[in-house]
């Protein structure tokens, strides 16, 4: 294994960045084709870029009737985007879901691909490129490559922009017009994907930095007196045209209601306490988040060196501004990780380095233990709650487990803590893909969606969206599979009044509905005609759920 290991390293010294989109592939690709569209964010995206693609509206982003002004344009014009270059080699994409997931892969390669590209001028050469690979292997970072959303190709941008403002830091005078012009060009970008995010975390970092320096030399060299112009420039076409086109609904409710509404209340039940990103980072940021014990230590130790003062300001305040928020979700911190990741290879590969406590030495080989053993029980218990049996496939999850938690003891007992997250990265391709690839495509009962889908081609052949109804299960999945003008109902009355509006319609109705609708349909005279029923499991809101799926005899 040393052999190899050495052979590994050399190859990916040599050829670094092929290296590092090698290794994105192994970590990405099992799952990415055959997950089914998720709820509920993905779906959502997914389900409104699909309407722009159908529809040619590339102003307003909406799901069917309903406007979704959540967030800027720029994921859905990526989406779309990928959907045109796959159906313009002759691949049938707007209605696969991993034509939407396209865009979020790329944001996860590129950010890897940008923490070595700008963590070499702030920690040297072979730190940067065990940080990329850290930050490629980390589980949150996986997660989103798969889910078609915003988070990933923000990292990208809030990745490149702030390697870029690393470097100005550190050599203002060496910082060119054309590299002050990509800083805020990025920042533009960061804009149309995520709104102010981007731009916030690199103002952050300067105030906090200003601060610190009790001065700001390198402000200059980034040029904001144009720079500011550029980056709202690029947002602002799409800004204007939205606020004509919604009256200015978009940012009543983008701003009034998502975002400032996420600052004092947990959104959609996704409130935590302050300490919730420290407490999950340990899962989010595996296999390698431990090693921040003792390289956070070191950092502070050293902050007076000019890169590491600039890695902890851009980590310190974003950190304890989404810490501050009431609405908490793990990806959220994802704009800290590639500092994160840059600090800990750091100190992996410091000769020097502080040696970490006790209590450290122990934590930094139970927990990456704990944490994938935890993984593949989470696999295996999983077909059990959602279908009641034990799916085989899952058990491919043990022996990866098993190997990580016993490199990370071996390594990081003896000292090798670089060597020790290298091979744990290494060990995590596997275990992610029995999880991603042998196991949750196989959770039958959980994806709804397709299976209603499938049933609708073999009843109903054609069918056009707003010919099909659905009463109890209202995921976006359901609207992304099928069409985002289906029609969701609220009781058993409805249901029976749009079967009776004419012929050819269908409707799925959940079973607690099931008794009022039979009684409306039998007050109306409908001669109804049960076409199939499917079970499922409703993730999002934890509870089985049975669809029955009724049409009107001829």
């Not at 975002?259 to 990103?277: D, F, I, N, R, T």
């Not at 993984?375 to 218990?381: H, K, Q």
């Amino acid at each position: 294994m040393a052999s190899l290991l050495r052979q590994a390293e050399a190859a990916a010294t040599r050829r670094p960045r092929l290296a590092l989109l090698l290794l994105c592939l192994c970590l990405f690709l099992p799952g990415f084709f055959s997950i089914p569209a998720s709820d509920r964010d993905e779906a959502r995206f997914a389900a409104a870029s699909r309407q722009m693609v159908e529809t040619g509206d590339y102003i307003r982003i909406r799901i069917g009737e309903d406007e979704r002004n959540k967030k800027p344009v720029g994921i859905h014009w990526a989406q779309a985007a990928a959907v045109h270059a796959l159906e313009l080699v002759g691949i049938p994409a707007r209605a696969e879901i991993f034509a939407y997931r396209i865009p979020s892969a790329l944001g996860a390669m590129l950010a890897v691909l940008a923490t070595f590209a700008f963590g070499r001028r702030l920690v040297g050469r072979r730190a940067a490129l065990l940080a990329a690979a850290m930050l490629a292997g980390c589980m949150v970072l996986v997660v989103e490559a798969h889910i078609a959303k915003t988070d990933a190709a923000l990292l990208a941008t809030i990745a490149a922009a702030m390697g870029l403002f690393g470097m100005a830091y550190l050599r203002p005078e060496a910082f060119s017009a054309r590299q002050a012009a990509a800083f805020w060009g990025v920042l533009g970008l960061s804009l149309l994907i995520k709104g102010p995010i981007g731009p916030m975390v690199a103002l952050l970092c300067a105030v906090t930095l200003a601060i610190i320096d009790r001065g700001a030399p390198w402000l200059s060299a980034l040029r904001p007196a144009w720079g500011v112009a550029l980056m709202l420039g690029i947002a602002a076409p799409w800004l204007i045209a939205i606020g004509i086109a919604t009256e200015g609904r978009f940012f009543a409710e983008a701003v009034g209601h998502d975002m400032l509404g996420k600052v004092g209340q947990g959104q959609e039940a996704h409130w935590g306490p302050p300490g919730y990103y420290l407490a999950t980072f340990f899962i989010a940021a595996f296999p390698a988040a431990v090693l921040a014990l003792p390289a956070l230590r070191q950092a502070w130790a050293e902050r007076s060196l000019p890169a590491t003062r600039f890695l902890l300001a851009w980590i310190v305040p974003t950190w304890l501004l989404f810490e501050a928020v009431a609405t908490k979700l793990p990806h959220y911190t994802l704009p800290a990780y590639p500092a994160l990741m840059l600090l800990i290879a750091r100190w992996t590969l410091d000769p020097l380095r502080l040696p970490p406590a006790g209590w450290m030495a122990w934590a930094m080989r139970l927990v990456p233990a704990a944490v994938a053993v935890g993984l593949a029980a989470a696999a295996i218990a999983a077909p059990l709650a959602a279908a009641g049996h034990l799916a085989w496939p899952a058990l491919l999850a043990a022996p990866p487990a098993l190997l990580v938690a016993w490199l990370t003891w071996r390594e990081y007992g003896a000292g090798r803590y670089a060597r020790g997250a290298v091979l744990s990265v290494m060990a995590a391709i596997p275990l992610y893909a029995a999880v991603l690839e042998a196991t949750l495509p196989r959770l039958t009962p959980i994806w709804v969606a397709p299976r209603l889908e499938a049933s609708l081609a073999r009843h109903a052949p054609g069918l056009a969206p707003e010919r099909f109804a659905i009463l109890g299960h209202p995921e976006p999945s359901v609207q992304f599979h099928i069409g985002g003008m289906i029609r969701k109902l609220h009781d058993g009355a409805a249901a029976a009044a749009f079967l009776a509006e004419g012929p050819g319609r269908i409707a799925a109705v959940e079973g607690r509905f099931l008794d009022s609708f039979l009684a409306e349909a039998a007050g109306r005279g409908l001669a109804l005609q049960q076409l199939d029923r499917i079970e499922g499991y409703n993730y999002s809101r934890g509870r089985r759920i049975v669809l029955t799926l009724y049409g009107v005899a001829p």
